[in-house]
Structure formats: structure tokens, C-alpha cells
């Protein structure tokens, strides 16, 4: 009886040392996991702490900008919120001059970016200028993201001119670090050229500031807030009755814009700009219901899409990059560089299908013309860019043509549909 004793005694020590030490490496995961989670953590103090640090970068004479003097003397910028912060990429939001505006850099620190070269006046030998230094760095980002030197005219904001300006070491400095940063590369390319990505307004530093606009919400049946901007759509008699028709009106119109988006990132350029990431939250609307990309970290020019997606595969799947997916060809082992599905394809699958599914829809989802719109919608959805073979097809433009025109149609029998309310509302008052 004893020996038994002693033989439980001995497993219920080892029972409990054994739940001992799971407790304590448990423990120890979840310190190191809440570190590091604090590390990244997206709070006023560590913002305004990056800001202030931004600032001893200006009086230093390190960092310049537009902005700086505004942000660091007069104080006419005011941090209002962190919006985002992971991997040393910040996003937060601040008013300039009164007006909403969004900060964004890829890294933390202007230290972290990589330096330009030679920047010390006085170790710059022979005929290379610390701004010919620059403007060849310039022509490496073009080069980079597959603009041709007609894209890019005299008016180019990536196109440096000839100046008698002497350019500072912080303004060099602050430029290189901005050139680095590939969204802020692809904003300035199309500025002048695209209404459908973010404008830039400013800078200061490795940190620019573009438009705040109202972005697409992934929990929101409608994506997009369409109560806040009514009055894009006027007012008048009878308006609280056809509430539901005037917000109908605009998810229509949005769709017309993301359409015009896709054609013209499709035809506009040299070469095809590709959205890798396409979710409601990387796009937002002005008040004219026009569609902006507002996050482009993973949108391409054609060169460079096909460079991501040239690498060994085994099957289709190995050949996915986020949204943009190619084939593998399987004698040579090695994925195509040819995109297999589209832009539209994808913007279909992803926001389409929600905005015209029978449920959001309702009572409205037998309309013959609704009927017709879902099923483009599924077409569009299921089609391809780029068969097995790697060729292109020209489905996808008569699917875009298809869209436009029954979504054209709806917009226009939906405004029939308020006048007709309307001259219902003036006739029952008459009466």
C-alpha cells in the first residue's frame, strides 16, 4: 500500500511540474508577444513623440519641407490621431491650416532611410553635383516603376528642371528620402495625371501629407458613407421619400467611377498599372463620387509585376501575389509573367458582388435590369485576363462594356424615378 502511496505522490509532482513549466513558458510567449505588440502599438504619445523627433531633424537642418516651418514653428499643425503604425510605417492625422490632411511614411526615422551619396559639399569632386546625383536617382525610380520620358513631360513632379537654385543639404536629403518611399514615388508620377489616386499637398522630411478623404469601410453593407455628402445629389421637395433611390443613385455612380478607374490605369499609361490589394478600405471617395486609390503600397506599373511575378512554381497557386495572380508553367517549372486575372476581375469578386447581391438589394433584386447587373457581375467576377497558354483574351473589355451600360441605365432610370416623385409630391400639394 505504501509503494502505491509513493508511486502517486511521484506522478502528481510530475503532473505538477509538467503544468509548472507550461505555465511558465505560456507565460513568457505572452510577455513576449504583448512587447511586442506594445512596440507597435498605435498611440497618440509614441506620434506625437515621432513628430517631435521630426522637428529636432528640421532645427538641426537635416529635414526640409513645405510643411516643416508650419509643423515645427508656427504651429499650424495640430495632431489629432494615430490611424496606423506597423513595420515602422506611420499613417496619422493632423489638421494644416484648418484642414484635415493624412502623414504618411514608410519608416520612423528619417536616419532609417538609406543615404543619398554624396552630400558633403566639400568631398564632391569632378562635375557631380549633389542635384545630379539626385536627378539620376530620379531617373532610376522612373525607370523603376515603367514610365516612358513622355509620361513625364516638363511638367512632371518626378522631372527635376534646370535651375540656378542651390539646393540644401536637408532639402536633398528630405527628397531622397521621399523617392525612396514607392507609394509616395507613384502619387507624384500621376498626380497631374490620374484623378483616381490621393493628391499630394506637402511634405516635411521622410513625411508627406496627402488629401483626407472618406474611405471604404469592410464592415459597411455600402462600403463607402453615402449619407455625409447628400448634398452632391441636391435637395428639394420630397427628397426624405426617395432617401433609399438617391443612395442607390450613388453606389451607381461610384461604380461608374470605379470603372472609368480601371480603363484608364488599363489604357492611360505606357503600361498597365496593376492594384495588388484590392479592399474597401485602400480606396475612398471625393464629393463628386469619384473613386480614389488612397493606399497604392501594392500597385505596379507593368514592368515591375512582371518582375514580382517571375519565379519557380510548382503549381498556380505558388504564383499568387495578394490579389495579382499569374499561372505556372509546369514544363518550366517558372510562373508566367503575364498577370492571369484583372483589375476589374478582382474589384468585381471583392466589392461588386457585395454592392448588387440580391440581400442588400431586396425588393429590387427581381428588376429585370438588376437581374442583368448580377449576373454581368458574376461573369466579371469569373472571368480572366490571360488563358493557360499566358495570352490575353478580350472578354474582359466586353465585360466592362457590358457594366457601363446597364449601370449607365440604372443611373438614368433612377433619376426618371425622382422627378417622377417629385412632380407626385408638387401635385398632392396643389391638392
Known amino acids: 500500500m505504501s509503494a502505491v502511496r509513493v508511486r502517486c505522490c511521484r506522478l502528481m509532482s510530475a503532473l505538477l511540474l509538467a503544468w509548472l513549466a507550461s505555465w511558465l513558458l505560456l507565460s513568457g510567449l505572452a510577455l513576449l508577444l504583448h512587447a511586442d505588440f506594445l512596440s507597435d502599438a498605435c498611440t497618440d504619445a509614441a506620434s506625437k513623440k515621432i513628430l517631435r523627433r521630426l522637428c529636432g531633424d528640421f532645427a538641426a537642418g537635416w529635414a526640409a519641407g513645405d510643411m516643416c516651418a508650419d509643423l515645427c514653428v508656427r504651429g499650424l499643425v495640430e495632431y489629432k ?217 501594392m500597385a505596379f506599373f507593368q514592368p515591375k509585376m512582371e518582375e514580382i511575378l517571375d519565379h519557380k512554381c510548382s503549381a498556380d497557386d505558388d504564383c499568387s501575389f495578394f490579389d495579382c495572380a499569374s499561372s505556372c508553367d509546369l514544363g518550366a517549372r517558372h510562373c508566367r509573367r503575364r498577370r492571369a486575372n484583372t483589375n476589374l476581375q478582382v474589384i468585381c469578386e471583392k466589392i461588386f458582388r457585395l454592392w448588387f447581391s440580391p440581400t442588400l438589394l431586396g425588393a429590387k433584386a427581381g428588376l429585370p435590369l438588376q437581374v442583368e447587373l448580377q449576373r454581368a457581375v458574376q461573369e466579371c467576377s469569373e472571368s480572366g485576363g490571360v488563358n493557360k497558354q499566358g495570352l490575353g483574351g478580350g472578354g474582359g473589355r466586353d465585360v466592362h462594356r457590358r457594366l457601363f451600360r446597364i449601370l449607365t441605365r440604372l443611373l438614368h432610370e433612377g433619376g426618371k424615378s425622382d422627378e417622377e416623385h417629385e412632380t407626385e409630391g408638387r401635385t398632392a400639394l396643389n391638392l
Open 81 to 297: 490621431r494615430c490611424l496606423y503604425y506597423e513595420s515602422g510605417k506611420k499613417v496619422m492625422e493632423v489638421r494644416w491650416r484648418g484642414r484635415p490632411v493624412i502623414l504618411k511614411s514608410k519608416l520612423e526615422n528619417l536616419s532609417s532611410y538609406q543615404p543619398l551619396g554624396p552630400l558633403d559639399y566639400q568631398d564632391a569632386a569632378g562635375d557631380s553635383s549633389p542635384l545630379d546625383v539626385l536627378l539620376r536617382a530620379t531617373l532610376e525610380v522612373r525607370s523603376w516603376l515603367g514610365l516612358a520620358e513622355e509620361e513625364g513631360g516638363a511638367g512632371s513632379p518626378l522631372k527635376l528642371r534646370s535651375s540656378d537654385k542651390i539646393y540644401t543639404r536637408a532639402e536633398l536629403t528630405s527628397l531622397w528620402s521621399l523617392l525612396q518611399q514607392d507609394e509616395y514615388a507613384f502619387l507624384r508620377v500621376l498626380q497631374d495625371l490620374s484623378v483616381h489616386v490621393s493628391k499630394v499637398l506637402g511634405s516635411c522630411g521622410h513625411f508627406y501629407a496627402v488629401e483626407s478623404l472618406s474611405a471604404g469601410r469592410a464592415w459597411d453593407q455600402n462600403i463607402f458613407s453615402l449619407e455625409e455628402d447628400d448634398g452632391a445629389e441636391g435637395a428639394g421637395p420630397g427628397r426624405g421619400r426617395r432617401g433609399s433611390w438617391g443612395a442607390r443613385r450613388k453606389v451607381h455612380r461610384i461604380a461608374l467611377s470605379f470603372l472609368d478607374m480601371v480603363r484608364r490605369f488599363d489604357d492611360d499609361f505606357t503600361h498597365k498599372v496593376h492594384l495588388c490589394d484590392v479592399k474597401p478600405e485602400n480606396f475612398a471617395i471625393r464629393k463628386d463620387l469619384t473613386v480614389v486609390a488612397i493606399d497604392v503600397d
